[in-house]
């Protein structure tokens, strides 16, 4: 027997163990969820080894079955789960168990401290490996044999606090243990009756750990189904073992929103079994680094999570993928520049979209839910050249016309509302509905009638300038309209014209546009006379030819830019408060009121359009004017 020698746990691990330890989580149970999951890891490698072996000798054709084992002592109070895996060397153990808390324990601890979420919520949702054993065990014992032909047999020993112990054995081992793991699990008092329990253990693996790719023996029979459900045919499924299934693949709680179940034989073979959730699966933000799909070649599992099979704007999907065609001992590397795996990809993909166009059709309502958690990623799709046109069929949008801003409208269905020569389809980026609403640069639409497409975040214009068209429409941003175009639709409500300017007043107009420009200098590139205002006294355009203001401010954050673009002012000749400044400016050219609206107009319209940076003046012209003008009140009604 070798020396016991005593080791240290690093400091995020002993952070875990103490987080673990103390959590009131009292769903304990999953701490065999995590030992058997590790057990299917270490036996996948093994049957992985053997099917990579050059020799071309097969998996599991040495006698040693591959399958995990769970027994347990009532009077000892032990629980033991063995493994016939890959194993572990001395130096595999201390790196595994004791050095590095795996990535999603690390992220679990850091929010954890964060405290956003219970702990309890979160060791649920995420799994949390082999240390979540300490949630029952007093003490545990990892007792370990690598495959590898000259390993010894370790023993590694600890009761979860601030070190552990290793030990070489000299047992026989290739009669005891001749490859694997076995973990020997110390019960807590309190515990212990629940989990040396075979009913109560047979119920945990069939609830946690049914669709487990290796037998799980419990007294003398298996206990879960090992079956790979994407491989049977799709009539003799039942939606429950679907749900099953899926609770199984992603640790969720809920039934998946959609299951969509794949046989492909030409031009590649493959199954697939793929899985919309009903939520968006990262609450915490935490990124799409858990997305991909599972990976089999002929019910091996060759990869977890490979990112290559879909692309990201389909992150949301979770599922398996087993094909017949790859070669069983491919690496990983290759598989990335893979052709077959292109074929698969794009079968997949299109069969994906497919199914997302017949949700859209067959139930519209059904098909809003799954856009309101799923469609801030899907978005991303517009990159996706090759399927741009079900894309496009795919988007949705907020819209002038939706009751609120839940709803949504597809291009189609815009076109279905278009006036009858309408070869456009309007588009408007805004903070906000209520934003939008009162936008002056929507004002000619809404005296038209014509709908606009409501678009509230950075990529929905990337959306529309990269689809640029639909079904012979051209998406058109709305400060970009032609309003010639505009102006021959008809007007729905007759609003009291303001009655048309003398050739006197024209030209006073001209004057005062042209002293407006005087006073506001280089900070506008024009001024003028505007076609589309009629509720506002002044909107901001931009000069022919250049990308929206939003585009705009998306470009400028990027290039650090922070000076104010400079625009056309545009004046609407028709409102009263124009017309009170053309009396006044007609009277006295030079009344410094006429400054002091020019500028106090201008700054509202930037403040609108979100570019004003400091509010001093403007606030001081408006507290100014107040003064003024309920000084004439006063003097009014008196
Ligand atoms: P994770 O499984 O997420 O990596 P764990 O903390 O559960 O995190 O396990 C850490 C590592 O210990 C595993 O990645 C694996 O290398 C090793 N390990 C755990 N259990 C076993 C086992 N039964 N057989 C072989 N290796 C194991």
Redo the contacts with the bound molecule.
């Keep these: 027997m070798g020396k016991k020698t005593t080791h240290k746990f690093k400091a995020e691990v002993s952070q875990m163990l103490d987080i673990l330890v103390h959590s009131l989580y009292t769903n304990k149970e999953i701490f065999l969820r995590?030992?058997i999951?590790?057990?299917s890891?270490?036996l996948e490698?093994v049957r992985f080894q053997a099917t990579t072996k050059k020799d071309g000798s097969e998996a599991g054709k040495d006698e040693i079955p591959l399958q995990i084992s769970i027994s347990s002592d009532k009077e000892a109070k032990t629980l033991t789960?063995t493994?016939t895996?890959?194993?572990?060397t001395r130096d595999?153990l201390m790196k595994?168990?004791g050095t590095?808390?795996?990535?999603?324990?690390a992220e679990l601890a850091r929010l954890a401290e964060e405290g956003k979420e219970s702990i309890d919520a979160l060791i649920g949702r995420f799994?949390?490996?082999?240390?979540s054993v300490y949630m029952v065990a007093d003490e545990v014992t990892?007792i370990?044999r690598s495959a590898d032909p000259d390993a010894k047999v370790i023993s590694w020993t600890s009761d979860g606090k601030t070190d552990y112990k290793l030990q070489e054995l000299d047992s026989k081992p290739d009669e005891d243990m001749p490859r694997?793991?076995r973990?020997i699990v110390k019960l807590k008092e309190d515990l212990a009756d629940q989990f040396t329990n075979d009913a109560n253990l047979k119920m945990i693996v069939n609830k946690h750990s049914n669709f487990i790719n290796f037998p799980i023996i419990i007294g003398d029979g298996q206990v879960n189904t090992v079956s790979a459900l994407w491989r049977e045919p799709k009539f003799q499924i039942k939606s429950e073992q679907y749900a099953e299934f899926y609770k199984f693949l992603t640790y969720d709680s809920e039934d998946p929103f959609d299951t969509l179940h794949i046989s492909v034989d030409a031009p590649v073979q493959f199954n697939a079994l793929l899985f919309t959730p009903v939520g968006d699966g990262d609450p915490f933000g935490m990124g799409r680094e858990d997305r991909g799909l599972d990976l089999y070649v002929r019910r091996v599992l060759i990869e977890k999570q490979n990112k290559n099979l879909l692309p990201e704007y389909l992150g949301f999907i979770k599922g398996v993928v087993d094909t017949e065609d790859l070669p069983l001992n491919i690496s990983r590397e290759t598989l990335q520049d893979n052709i077959l795996m292109r074929k698969i990809s794009s079968t997949l993909v299109k069969q994906v979209l497919g199914n997302l166009e017949k949700i859209a059709k067959d139930n519209a309502d059904r098909y809003a839910e799954f856009w309101h958690v799923h469609g801030s990623l899907f978005k991303a799709g517009y990159m996706d050249f090759l399927n741009k046109d079900k894309f496009g069929h795919l988007v949705r949008f907020n819209s002038s016309v939706s009751e609120d801003e839940k709803g949504l409208s597809s291009f189609a269905e815009y076109i279905t509302r278009a006036k009858d020569d309408q070869k456009e389809i309007y588009y408007a980026y805004g903070p906000s509905r209520e934003a939008l609403g009162l936008s002056p640069h929507l004002e000619l639409f809404r005296k038209k009638g014509i709908e606009v497409l409501y678009l509230y975040e950075p990529i929905d214009e990337f959306v529309m300038e990269s689809l640029r068209d639909f079904d012979g429409y051209t998406l058109v941003s709305a400060e970009h309209a032609d309003v010639s175009k505009l102006d021959g639709f008809e007007t729905l409500e007759k609003e009291e014209k303001a009655e048309a300017l003398s050739d006197d007043q024209k030209t006073t107009l001209d004057a005062m546009l042209t002293r407006i420009k005087d006073v506001l200098g280089d900070s506008v590139s024009e001024v003028k006379p505007s076609q589309r205002l009629s509720d506002s006294p002044v909107c901001l355009a931009n000069p022919d030819g250049q990308v929206t203001s939003s585009m705009d401010k998306i470009m400028r954050v990027m290039s650090k830019d922070t000076s104010i673009p400079t625009k056309v002012l545009e004046v609407n000749p028709d409102h009263a408060l124009i017309r009170n400044m053309l009396t006044i400016y007609k009277k006295d050219e030079n009344d410094p009121f006429i400054e002091q609206a020019a500028r106090q107009l201008f700054e509202s319209a930037l403040l609108l359009e979100g570019y004003l940076t400091d509010p001093h003046s403007l606030v001081g012209r408006v507290q100014d004017l107040l003064t003024k003008s309920s000084g004439w009140y006063v003097k009014t009604t008196e």
Excluded: R
């Design positions: 995590e030992l999951s590790n057990a890891d270490a490698k789960v493994d895996g890959i194993g572990m595999e595994n168990i590095i808390a795996h990535s999603g324990t799994g949390v490996g082999f240390y990892v370990t694997g793991t973990i």
